[in-house]
């Protein structure tokens, strides 16, 4: 099952067929344009005045590169982990830190020796950022300008059909991207098929902060090696390539 927002010739539904999976397409998020556009795109038109730019999201790449064909001289860039530095490296934008592991915490640490008290930091970020981050980096005393680069909505599903599919035992494997996706999955389910779900299937998550939201939510998951879209895609092939 992919639950992230993207087409069905997506990325990671695309190299799950290349690896003979069948896959669900039950994408739960809808990313969106910037409720405030004219911000978002006043803290672009700064950024010569910046010394860094942090980026947590193949979407925020996306929304940044966009408005921004290269990145302006003397501007520094983090990623949070290696699916985000690998679109900023599709796009020309090759990161200067990049944590092992791919959350807000390790981000903070990894810069934390390179930042400089007063960097000015330009952090692009979801509707639905978690605090860790910006707080993080202003306790290194960095000036963060945080700014909404995109929205992270609901979206809609044929919750009955997919009821009935997880009845029938159908699903062996669930794949999740982000915080957001558990959450609406869990919310647009219900509780008790939210549970029969993952209690009968495998979950594969992108990143620790996804596994630490899909604990708090009762269910263990396997880390996608290494934390990239194809790495999701090829973990999930290991982890049915074991089930009985």
Known sequence: MVTRDEPRDGPLSTRLRELGLEVLFWPVVRVAPPADPARFEAALGRVAELDWIVFTSRHAVSAVTARLPSL???VRVAAIGASTAAALRDRG??????PEEASAAALVTALAPVIQ???RVLFPASSRALPTLAAGLRELGADVRQVEAYRTDAAGLDVSACRSTIDHGAVDAVTFTSPSCVDELDRALGRAHFERLLSSSSAITLGSTTARSLAEHGFESVLA???TLEG???TTYRQLSLRP
């Open 225 to 227: 090696q290494p934390a």
């Open 117 to 119: 008290r007063g960097a």
């Open 93 to 98: 934008w090759p990161p200067d830190v990049v």
């Open 72 to 74: 302006p001289p003397g």
């Open 232 to 234: 999701l895609a090829a």
